[in-house]
T-cell receptor
Framework: DAGVTQSPTHLIKTRGQQVTLRCSPKSGHDTVSWYQQALGQGPQFIFQYYEEEERQRGNFPDRFSGHQFPNYSSELNVNALLLGDSALYLC?????????????FGPGTRLTVL | AQKVTQAQTEISVVEKEDVTLDCVYETRDTTYYLFWYKQPPSGELVFLIRRNSFDEQNEISGRYSWNFQKSTSSFNFTITASQVVDSAVYFCALYFLQGAQKLVFGQGTRLTINP
């Protein structure tokens, strides 16, 4: 049973560029959440997708957008990259069934903006 | 406000010492979950424990133990007889069942176990 997978592992971009990160949830999961972890900080919630719609959003600008596909996989897009967007981006998947939706994390994509 | 505070930024001990990582949280919700995660250098968050707000029993799992005290809003984590493999960044996190089903993380404690 594959866990949560993310691609790419590492990415280097320059300021002003756009980037797309990808996440495949754990088998049986239908909800994907994205977190940003800056160096030396704890992960911060960006947004969550369920049924191909953004269900919740953290305190991130509109430059951060996402998408969820019918197979539950998800993309995180960041436009007009800033140096401060350099971080580890973590994807977590969960199941909407039940009262508690444990989140399983992927290995992350490390984004460096130069 | 929903917040998790891990006041200890870095801890360094010698192998076989006991070490306690502190976690204090703030929430107005009555129903929530508390977590501890371990993050090795590879970056992946490794789940260690989940505790719901109605269960204040302490838990022990091998060399790990957790002390949940609702009265002080604390959920501390103790490693007994630490080992070099315990070296990692440890995060305490709060999870809400109402509204945004998201994890709110503390800033983490970097634990270094020296041989």
């Amino acid at each position: 049973d594959a866990g949560v997978t993310q691609s790419p592992t590492h990415l280097i971009k320059t300021r002003g560029q756009q980037v797309t990160l990808r996440c495949s949830p754990k088998s049986g999961h239908d909800t994907v959440s994205w977190y940003q972890q800056a160096l030396g900080q704890g992960p911060q919630f960006i947004f969550q997708y369920y049924e191909e719609e953004e269900r919740q959003r953290g305190n991130f600008p509109d430059r951060f957008s996402g998408h969820q596909f019918p197979n539950y996989s998800s993309e995180l897009n960041v436009n007009a990259l800033l140096l401060g967007d350099s971080a580890l981006y973590l994807c977590a998947s969960s199941s909407a069934v039940g009262s508690y939706n444990e989140q399983f994390f992927g290995p992350g994509t490390r984004l460096t903006v130069l | 406000a929903q917040k998790v505070t891990q006041a200890q930024t870095e801890i360094s001990v010698v192998e076989k010492e006991d070490v306690t990582l502190d976690c204090v949280y703030e929430t107005r919700d009555t129903t929530y979950y508390l977590f501890w995660y371990k993050q090795p250098p590879s970056g992946e968050l490794v789940f260690l424990i989940r505790r719901n707000s109605f269960d204040e029993q302490n838990e022990i799992s091998g060399r790990y133990s957790w002390n949940f005290q609702k009265s002080t809003s604390s959920f501390n984590f103790t490693i007994t007889a630490s080992q070099v493999v315990d070296s990692a960044v440890y995060f305490c996190a709060l999870y809400f069942l109402q509204g945004a089903q998201k994890l709110v993380f503390g800033q983490g404690t970097r634990l270094t176990i020296n041989p």
